[in-house]
């Protein structure tokens, strides 16, 4: 490794972008621990919140949306972009890093350009099956692409990886693995991302009344729509959650989950847990349908279009599926398939390797 001990790491818009980040930086803590950590988020962003409580340095870059159609606002990009480019090479040129890592959101990509323009190797992370638009730009400037899905041709592209994605250490814990069900009823878990939740809330909100006359409701409503949807529904089996730190413990209780069809998959697998994926539609790229329709291919999840997610059909299918319990148990032992429980790791090392070079 260079003389430096300092990983830059970098990725937001979500948490689907910074939870993965804290599991690789954990493995890389693990490896060594003299090694310190700066990351790099979008000023404003709801990572920051996120990265200090996790008690590591939070550097904020002015980054913009890279736009694939144009109005008003598409006039900054550049402006934005150039910015944040010029206070990455302001506090890549102070840290010098031994590397960058890289996870997604618009942010990465100011970051990326800048490390590349003074030398620093990086190494990029994609979740989806399908490269997301700031990733694929980086993805020349990068010395390693891991992926999370296998892919056709990657073995042949030494640049591409296949690592899994890397997920909090807790989901493949013994204590949260074996965790008994709480509720004297099936247990269903329902969370819509920090990007999508709100039309698959309003799906769920009309499907409730009947829902909780069988099952146990945890929803993870999102922090932008926890006070309507308590307003909405009110039932002793109901239990909105607007933001958890607790998800490995919720999807462990699980008999079902309702998910998007993001880095949620994976979450899944670690658990082996039967789900109903509804991909949000307006997915860049649309890769959560990209995403779902690997799965589906398998046999892993059932995929529920969300044009087709009426309150009548979802109950329907929630109830075939807490109905059969050989269904719900090939189901998680299909998905669990794409479990890689040494992600993090395997990302750690890619990390490191590139630093020594």
Do not use: C
Request: hydrophobic share 45%.
């Amino acid at each position: 490794m260079s003389q430096s001990r300092t990983i830059v790491v970098v990725g937001g818009g979500s948490g689907g972008h910074v939870y993965p980040v804290l599991a690789v930086v954990d493995a890389l803590k693990a490896i060594d621990p003299t090694l310190q950590f700066v990351y790099f988020g979008q000023i404003g962003g709801r990572e920051h919140e996120i990265v200090t409580h996790a008690g590591l340095l939070f550097i904020g870059i002015h980054a913009e949306k890279l736009r694939r159609y144009w109005d008003l606002r598409t006039i900054l990009v550049p402006v934005k972009i150039a910015q944040g480019i010029v206070e990455s090479l302001t506090a890549l040129a102070r840290l010098r890093p031994a590397a960058v890592f890289a996870k997604g959101g618009y942010v990465v990509f100011p970051v990326a350009v800048a490390a590349w323009l003074l030398g620093i190797p990086v190494v990029v992370h994609e979740t989806d099956s399908i490269m997301g638009l700031a990733n694929r730009l980086i993805a020349p400037f990068a010395r390693r692409v891991a992926v999370s899905f296998p892919r056709p041709g990657t073995s042949a592209a030494p640049k591409f990886v296949y690592t899994g994605l890397p997920i909090l250490r807790r989901f493949h814990a013994p204590e949260i693995i074996d965790r008994n069900q709480p509720h004297d009823r099936p247990e269903l878990l329902i969370t819509g991302g920090s990007q999508g939740a709100q039309p698959l809330n309003t799906i769920v909100a009309g499907a409730l009344p009947d829902l909780t006359k069988r099952y146990h409701v945890t929803h993870i409503t999102g922090p932008d729509d926890f006070s309507r949807m308590r307003q909405t529904f009110e039932h002793r089996n109901y239990e909105p959650v607007g933001y958890t730190d607790r998800m490995p413990e919720l999807m462990a209780a699980a008999d079902l989950v309702i998910s998007r069809a993001g880095g949620t998959i994976f979450e899944l697998a670690a658990l082996a847990k039967p789900a109903i994926l509804i991909p949000l539609p307006t997915a860049g790229n649309d890769h959560q349908r990209a995403n779902a329709s690997v799965l589906a291919e398998r046999h892993a999840a059932m995929v529920l279009e969300q044009a087709e997610a009426t309150p009548e059909r979802l109950t329907e299918l929630v109830t075939t599926l807490l109905r059969d319990d050989k269904e719900r148990a090939r189901l998680g032992t299909r998905i669990k398939q794409f479990d890689r429980p040494d992600a993090a790791d395997r990302v750690a090392h890619l990390i490191l390797q590139v630093a020594k070079r």
